[in-house]
């Protein structure tokens, strides 16, 4: 069985922006932790509108699955050791709980985050 992409973010704000690099993602299965659904929503509050939020929101809203504590914590704990081993790192929390949620669920996390560019079952794309 192929893996699903688990969308962050910064690819969820491309697709809004029209980028066509991105639109395959938003036509293919796909799905998105709660907390990544969160933070996109705060980012289209603050660079558009809550009307351009609330649609997107609306749009994608039924590919957002639950994040449970345990991906939390473990989220956390890799955000730890990575900063541990590299003190420039920059992982977010919420990339860091999309990271984690994508490999527990056997998904390919889809981001242009360059901190996850080398890491497994990362699909990194660039603008």
Not at 31 to 54: C, K
Not at 74 to 91: C, D, E, G, L, Q
Not at 99 to 122: A, P, R
Request: charged share 30%.
């Amino acid at each position: 069985m192929d893996k699903i992409n688990c969308l962050d973010t910064y690819i969820l704000v491309e697709i809004v922006k029209g980028n066509p690099k991105f639109s395959i993602y938003i036509k293919n299965s796909f799905i998105i932790p709660d907390w990544i659904l969160g933070e996109f929503y705060y980012v289209l509050l603050r660079e558009y509108s809550e009307e351009i939020a609330e649609y997107w929101l609306k749009k994608i809203e039924n590919n957002s699955i639950q994040v449970s504590k345990e991906i939390i914590i473990k989220a956390m704990k890799f955000r730890y050791h990575h900063k541990k081993k590299n003190k420039t790192s920059n992982i977010s929390f919420f990339d860091a709980v999309g990271y984690i949620f994508s490999k527990e669920n056997n998904c390919f996390f889809v981001t242009g985050d360059k901190e996850f560019k080398n890491l497994e079952d990362v699909e990194f794309v660039k603008k």
